[in-house]
């Protein structure tokens, strides 16, 4: 059974895509795309999680979208987007179905359902994209850590983590020395558990009451969307 919240949502009008698409495992640590390839596939995750990097001359990198079980990696290709603008890296062992971007295109002519579906995903990952970027310079990591354990828990739908801190951050574009007090201030709180490269969310609402309101502002933002393209 699929599990990729999108592919579910297109019901009957999914039977356009099953011919063209092919279950793949992809590796933790592997790149899906550079700053620049062509983008030729997209996607939808099942399980695992994919970050999306925006990287620098210095080597420094940051991520700016995080995408798991709810979405696709890529979608942006079927509305005009053909070269990738960030590094996509596999957080953790991920399972996807792929399909080639220009299929996806084809069936989003054919179905309004598809079509539709892939823009309000587009707009909203957009909007989050937005709203990181301004929260990684409005927020201290005190706030912007919280929300990001929040988010990556969502995505892969999994209160465990693994994950480690020198990755984590480098998701929040800062140094490990910066993540490690925060972390072991939310252990000694018994908010999280940390364990050797992982951690794992032991009170989320707690949790939620250390993060900036980044993290509730983009779970809530579907409703501006939700009669995009209708009507």
Request: aromatic share 6%.
């Amino acid at each position: 059974m699929l599990r990729n919240g999108l592919l579910a949502a297109l019901g009957d009008a999914g039977d356009l895509l099953s011919p063209h698409l092919r279950d793949v495992t992809l590796r933790a640590g592997a790149v899906l795309c550079e700053p620049g390839d062509d983008l030729a596939f997209v996607y939808f995750l099942h399980e695992g999680a994919v970050s999306k990097l925006a990287a620098f001359e210095s080597g420094a990198e940051i991520e700016c979208a995080l995408i798991g079980r709810e979405g696709a990696v890529g979608a942006a290709a079927v509305f005009g987007v053909r070269q990738s603008l960030t590094r996509d890296v596999c957080l953790v062992e991920a399972r996807a179905s792929r399909i080639e971007a220009e299929r996806l295109r084809q069936a989003c002519a054919r179905s309004a359902v598809i079509d539709q579906a892939l823009r309000q995903y587009v707009l909203k990952k957009f909007y989050a994209a937005m709203r990181s970027g301004a929260c990684n310079g409005q927020h201290p990591v005190e706030q912007r850590l919280p929300r990001w354990l929040l988010a990556a828990s969502d995505a892969l739908g999994s209160a465990e983590i693994v994950l480690p801190q020198d990755a984590v951050a480098r998701m929040l574009g800062v140094q490990r020395s910066s993540v490690n007090p925060v972390l072991q201030d939310l252990q000694a709180a018994g908010i999280v558990a940390l364990g050797r490269g992982r951690l794992t969310l032991l009170d989320r609402p707690r949790l939620l009451g250390r993060a900036c309101e980044c993290y509730a502002a983009v779970r809530g933002e579907a409703a501006p969307f939700a009669s995009y393209g209708r009507g």
